[in-house]
């Protein structure tokens, strides 16, 4: 009798909890921060790399791009285990923002680096990526300090804080446009348009830094404590379903391949319209500043409206059919216009020049495309025929159903 009433009284203590809405909107704004951090750059990297050093190409830029998302992802569980074991937030956050710090500031310099200047920019790139590591730490924040009824709301709040970084990143680039390719000289720093950014960044990852410290609090409301879990000997943690957060690891993978490709966006334009460096910093940035106010849109609806209550797994499919939709859009279909007229079809060599008529049709875009198709494809018939299983983990079981754990089953009687 008296184990029925520990359970019963975890029960409440449980649902009596409150969201630490302090500490999700801290990380809401240090998820912004990252975004810009990630973002910031899409436009002009390939810019400022091809101006200070002639050595460097295209194929060059993309294994910048690549080592850069590599460190990332080996950052990620890194920090994530560092997280899970100290369990700490604010520490891993802290050495994140202080690599930005010193990535940032590299990459400000790297012109003076000459004739290294692209393995420099190589360098402060990797740190970069390596910062972004955070990403999984604040978001894993969310889950666990927020409640089961203000979970949807929570993420969506952090998810619009981060679509909106990636907004502003491209739009902050914008703003240095006014500064130049030549910029002023102060003794050996040249400030322009490309290196007051990364000035720029170098001051947000201090601030962030400070921010975490004097404002992020850690309270783990939506998780259950070492210490009941051995207060309490009748206390039996479920065993979550791994399919389904398999299938969540692919759909986060895909939406990253997505983002990624639209770092290629600067030597893609420049070569396909003729624009010049300026244009393609201008332009390009405003199209991903109006691609993310739609996406900071909709997580501001999930967030507000009564979107919230819609069932999440309804919500991933519409996603996944936007995706659908983009891409066979992006199709080279035979009824589009084409070729582009290019005044000067000159810029970028290696015959990318000569192939890309009807969105690079004959260079093989049609094949990345499907690609992409494919993969969202998998994604969603997966989503469908894992609908059952794609369920939040229940801590509490109903009486008297089979629940797995570690060691075996448990039945809540």
Same mark, same amino acid.
């Given at each position: 009798m008296s184990s029925v009433k520990k359970v019963d009284l975890k029960e409440k203590e449980l649902s009596e909890r409150q969201t630490p809405w302090k500490s999700v909107y801290v990380i809401a704004f240090l998820l912004l921060l990252v975004g810009v951090q990630m973002s910031i750059y899409f436009t002009s990297t390939w810019q400022y790399l091809s101006e200070n050093d002639e050595t460097a190409t295209v194929d060059f830029f993309g294994t910048l791009l690549a080592l850069q998302a590599l460190s990332s992802a080996i950052a990620n569980p890194l920090f994530g285990h560092w997280n899970q074991i100290s369990n700490s937030t604010r520490k891993p956050i802290f050495c994140a923002f202080g690599v930005a710090t010193i990535g940032n500031f590299v990459y400000g310099f790297s012109y003076l680096t000459n004739p290294f200047v692209k393995w420099v920019m190589l360098f402060s790139r990797i740190l970069c990526g390596f910062s972004q590591g955070a990403l999984g730490v604040l978001r894993s924040f969310i889950g666990t300090a927020s409640t089961k009824e203000d979970r949807m709301k929570a993420v969506s709040i952090t998810n619009a804080g981060f679509t909106a970084g990636f907004f502003l990143g491209p739009t902050i680039q914008i703003c240095f446009i006014p500064i130049g390719k030549e +910029? *002023? &000289?102060? +003794?050996?720093?040249?400030?322009? $348009?490309?290196?007051?950014?990364?000035?720029?960044? &170098?001051?947000? !990852?201090?601030?962030?830094?400070?921010? &975490?410290?004097?404002?992020?609090?850690?309270?783990?409301? +939506?998780?259950?404590?070492?210490?009941?879990?051995? !207060?309490?000997?009748?206390? =039996?943690?479920?065993?979550?379903?791994?399919?389904? =957060? %398999? #299938?969540? *690891?692919? $759909?986060?993978?895909?939406?990253?391949?997505?983002?990624?490709?639209?770092? $290629? !966006?600067?030597? =893609?334009? %420049? /070569? $396909?319209?003729?624009? !010049?460096?300026?244009?393609?910093?201008?332009?390009? +940035?405003? %199209?991903?500043?109006?691609?993310?106010? *739609?996406?900071? /849109?909709?997580? *501001?609806? #999930?967030?507000? &409206?009564r979107l919230k209550f819609i069932d999440n797994r309804k919500l991933i499919l519409v996603g996944l059919l936007m995706f659908e939709i983009f891409f066979v859009l992006h199709m080279p279909l035979p009824f589009y216009p084409g070729p582009l007229d290019r005044p000067n079809s000159t810029i970028v060599s290696d015959g990318m020049c000569d192939f890309d008529c009807r969105l690079f049709e004959l260079s093989g875009y049609k094949y990345i495309m499907m690609y992409?198709?494919? =993969?969202?494809?998998?994604? /969603?018939?997966?989503?469908? #025929?894992?609908?059952?299983?794609?369920?939040?983990?229940k801590l509490t079981p109903s009486h008297g159903e089979a629940t797995r754990y570690k060691l075996g089953t448990f039945y809540r009687m």
């Open positions: +910029g *002023f &000289t102060f +003794g050996p720093l040249l400030l322009n $348009m490309y290196t007051a950014a990364a000035f720029f960044m &170098t001051i947000i !990852s201090i601030f962030s830094i400070l921010l &975490t410290y004097f404002c992020l609090e850690e309270n783990y409301v +939506g998780i259950i404590s070492k210490e009941d879990k051995t !207060s309490d000997p009748y206390f =039996v943690l479920p065993k979550f379903d791994r399919l389904p =957060v %398999i #299938l969540l *690891f692919y $759909m986060w993978w895909l939406l990253c391949g997505v983002v990624c490709v639209e770092s $290629m !966006s600067a030597p =893609v334009t %420049i /070569a $396909m319209y003729n624009w !010049s460096r300026e244009d393609a910093v201008l332009y390009n +940035g405003i %199209i991903q500043t109006v691609s993310c106010v *739609f996406t900071f /849109a909709v997580n *501001f609806s #999930l967030a507000s &409206t992409h198709w494919i =993969v969202v494809t998998v994604a /969603a018939f997966s989503v469908i #025929l894992l609908w059952r299983r794609l369920v939040p983990l």
